[in-house]
C-alpha cells in the first residue's frame, strides 16, 4: 500500500519545512537581531500538535507490523517509540529555552543555538532513517493484510500544513513557507538572466 508511505513522505517534506522555517529564525537570533517568535511558537505548536499525536503513531502501527511479520527485517530499523519520544523531550526543551527569552530568563544564546540544532538534526536525522530503512522494509515485506489492517486504524487527521487543512493558526506559517519557497525558486534561476539577454 504505496499511499500510505506517500502520505508519511509527505508529511516528511512539511516536518522538513518547518525546520527550515526554524533554521530562519535562529540565524536571524545568531545575527543578534529579534525573530519573528509568533512564528516560533507556531512551529512548536506544529510539531506539539501534529507529529506527536498522528505522524508518529502512524509510523510506529508500520513498524509494529514490520516486527510481527519480520522481526529480522525489523531489526534493523531503530526503535521508533523511543525516538519518537526523545524527539519530544527535545521540542520540550525548545518549547522552554524560547519561553525564557521571552521572559528575559536568563539563557545564553550559544546555549539556545545548541538546543534548536539538537532538535533539527535529529529530527532530520531520524526522518532520514526512516526513509533509508523503514519505508522501503515496510513496502517490501509487508502484506496487503498488513496495510488494510494499517489502514483501518489510520488518523485521517490531516497535517495542518497540507493544501487540505488550513487551520487558522497555521494559515499564516504555511503562506510564509510558500513565499520562502518561491524566493528560493527565484534564487535558483540563471544570475543575470537580463545581462545574457543584452550580450
Known sequence: MT???EALREEHRNIDKLLSVLERELLVFD???RPDYHIVHS???YFQGFPDSCHHPKEDMVLAKLKARNPIAAA????????????????GRVARAVDKILIDDPIS???VDEIIHDFIDHERDHMEMEERLL?????????????NDIKEKWSNKADPLSDTCLEGKYHILRKLILKWEEEAELGRLPQ??????AS
Open 192 to 197: 543575470n538572466s537580463e545581462a545574457t539577454s
Open 76 to 91: 534493523r530499523v531503530r526503535d521508533l517509540e523511543i525516538e519518537h519520544k526523545k524527539g519530544s523531550i527535545r521540542l
Open 43 to 45: 512551529v512548536i505548536r
Open 109 to 111: 544564546r550559544s546555549a
Open 31 to 33: 545575527r543578534g537581531e
Open 135 to 147: 519505508f522501503p522494509t515496510a513496502l517490501e515485506v509487508l502484506e496487503p493484510s498488513d496495510w
Open 3 to 5: 499511499k500510505i508511505i
